[in-house]
């Protein structure tokens, strides 16, 4: 191709070799003409006459490489098989980010409810800010997926959106998981660490279950929020906080803050902008528009084609209760797609208390449906299954129970059943137990 059509042309190449100095339009108009018109090609510069300024132009422009002449065979195949790689890779992010931006658009979080409407209104307004958002919502209304999105269409989404459950992180390390730790600061710290704070410079640090932080953590946050500064465990140097901070809670904060259990001036610091996240069952006519993206989104992910529900499929979604809340549908979507032998989700493909419209499974807070219920009686007639399905509701019972019997305290309850915190945590999560079953 001659340079000044190459630069014009509404063709995309994968690679493009080019002079740096050449008639009519230079190497470098070119360089600067391809990045914006096609930002996925990958350019390498030649020049006769190579300086260090000249290189550092190229690179600036966005040359792969820059070569000087004479130039041996080797050398430009070399050169090649770099650009090519490295134009692979760009093209593999441009899928992966283009995938990400879909699973977290806001119009598929949020739905059509009036309720949800004006949260989408109320976060389309503050996303563009540095201000702080509470979440509040039940285990699995989709707090994670709408701070995702909140940073997509923030000013901070090509930074990192960083994530940390307060609730799965031993007390003793959760000081250093937000604000990282020097070589030394304590036991076992072998190396320096940056912490969440750190990572999510620029980004966005979302701080999930913030109300089972410690008062002393409490402490440190407010701190750190009301100056933006903080300092690693273990060092005297301050670090600076440019991070956007979202936090969520599963209980409401109101009531811990009265019983003295969260510190009133810290909840009065992230209470600027409040979400309150309605449980799906509250919100029925949401229920086809999430499962078919999430059919999309999964469907995408297994390399299979769905035309979407059956009429009878998407009734039965509709009826059912969903304690799990909106990551119980996105679950039950996803076996679906694994499951199925057909473009069209259809009722064999649903679980069998999805299908009898029975609150229970993994999520239920009611008795479980038959088909995932251990009962103790010899007379119960026997209804075969997976031993995993089968063991999960007589798990759940004997959770919640040891947990109300400790105030769900959740270090003396993992104590009493002689399985470490993170453990405890993550079991309560497989099976629906949040803070609100206190009641």
């Known amino acids: ?89 760009l093209a593999e992010n441009r899928v992966l980010r283009d995938r990400l931006e879909d699973r977290y658009t ?74 990282g730790h020097v070589k030394g600061a304590f036991t076992g710290a072998h190396t320096d660490k940056i912490g969440r704070f750190q990572a999510a410079q620029g980004g966005t640090l979302f701080l999930d279950e913030i109300n089972s932080a410690s008062p002393g953590m409490q402490l440190k946050l407010l701190r750190v929020l009301q100056e933006r500064r903080f300092e690693p465990v273990g060092s005297t140097q301050t670090l600076e906080a440019d991070a956007r901070v979202i936090l969520a809670t599963n209980q409401p904060l109101e009531g811990l803050v009265a019983s003295g259990q969260f ?3 810290l909840y009065y610091r992230i209470n600027v902008v409040k979400v309150d996240l309605p449980p799906l069952r509250e919100r029925p006519g949401d229920i086809p528009q999430l499962a078919e993206h999430f059919l999309r989104v999964h469907g995408a992910e297994l390399t299979k084609q769905f035309t979407g529900f059956t009429p009878g499929a998407l009734n039965a979604l509709r009826r059912y209760t969903y304690p799990g809340n909106v990551r119980e549908l996105q679950n039950i979507v996803e076996r ?17 208390h999805v299908v009898e419209n029975t609150p229970g499974g993994a999520f239920g807070t ?42 769900f305290n959740r270090q003396k309850t993992a104590e009493q059943l002689k399985i470490n915190r993170t453990t405890l945590y993550k079991k309560m999560k497989l099976l629906g137990i949040d803070g609100a079953d206190a009641a």
């Open 1 to 89: 191709h001659e340079a000044e059509r190459a630069g014009e042309s509404s063709r995309a190449f994968k690679l493009v070799v080019t002079d740096l100095s050449m008639p009519g339009l230079s190497g470098m108009e070119l360089l600067r003409k391809i990045s914006i018109k096609h930002p996925a090609t990958v350019v390498i510069i030649l020049t006769g006459y190579g300086t260090i300024e000249s290189a550092m132009e190229a690179a600036r422009g966005g040359a792969t490489d820059y070569l000087t002449k004479p130039i041996v065979d080797t050398e430009v195949r070399l050169a090649v098989e770099r650009a090519l790689r490295q134009q692979a890779l």
């Open 106 to 179: 806001l119009a598929n979080v949020i739905g059509g409810d009036h309720r949800m409407l004006r949260i989408f209104d109320l976060v389309g307004a503050v996303a563009p800010s540095k201000t702080t958002v509470l979440m509040y919502g039940e285990s699995g209304t989709g707090k994670s997926l709408l701070a995702h999105a909140i940073h997509q269409i923030s000013q901070r989404r090509d930074k990192r959106f960083v994530e940390l459950s307060c609730g799965s992180i031993p007390e003793t390390l959760l000081e250093s998981e937000l604000f």
């Open 263 to 265: 510190r009133q001036d």
């Open 336 to 352: 679906a797609a694994v499951l199925s032998s057909s473009p069209t989700i259809d009722l064999p493909d649903l679980p069998a």
């Open 366 to 407: 009611a008795a479980a449906p038959a088909a995932l219920r251990v009962n103790d009686s010899d007379e119960a007639p026997w209804v075969p299954g997976p031993l995993e399905e089968l063991m999960r509701e007589p798990e759940r019972r004997i959770l919640l129970r040891a947990l109300k019997a400790n105030g």
